[in-house]
């Protein structure tokens, strides 16, 4: 397979369209301009989090379809990751002090810290050539 590349929106494309769709999609939710006000800053954060959760679901799907042998391993970081984004907009719910610009960078991260290790080796396993 061909050597993967970062997208402009610093995505990493993994060559497999039904996940870098997914991907892009979201990435371009955290990308979209941010309204400081707190209720805003929670919806944005809860639709980025119910986006995700409807990936995570179809990647789950094509993992058990294709029997990928580190299910287990990748499921149990897509379910951290609702946990990490809920336990977020529960604190800002709760009134926790939050700077927009932290909470930017901080969704980037959770998502592509995701993409560049489990889900390249979801991608690496469903590209593979087949076995001859
Ligand atoms: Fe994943
Ligand atoms: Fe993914």
Redesign the pocket.
Same mark, same amino acid.
């Given at each position: 397979m061909t050597a993967m590349e970062i997208a402009s929106d610093g995505v990493l494309v993994l060559g497999f369209p039904e996940i870098d769709r997914d991907h892009h999609s979201i990435m371009q939710m955290v990308n979209s301009e941010w309204d400081p006000a707190r209720e805003k800053v929670v919806a944005r954060l809860e639709e980025i989090a119910r986006k995700a959760i409807d990936h995570?679901e179809r990647?789950e799907a094509l993992m058990g379809t294709h029997l990928f042998s580190l299910f287990a391993r %990748?499921k149990k970081e %897509?379910n951290q990751l609702v946990e990490d984004i809920s336990n977020v907009i529960f604190d800002i719910k709760s009134g926790l002090d939050f700077n927009v610009e932290e909470l930017l960078h901080w969704t980037i991260r959770w998502l592509i810290e %995701?993409i560049e290790t489990?889900?390249k080796d979801?991608a690496v396993f469903l590209l593979r050539p087949p076995a001859s």
């Open positions: 995570f990647e %990748h %897509h %995701h489990q889900d979801l």
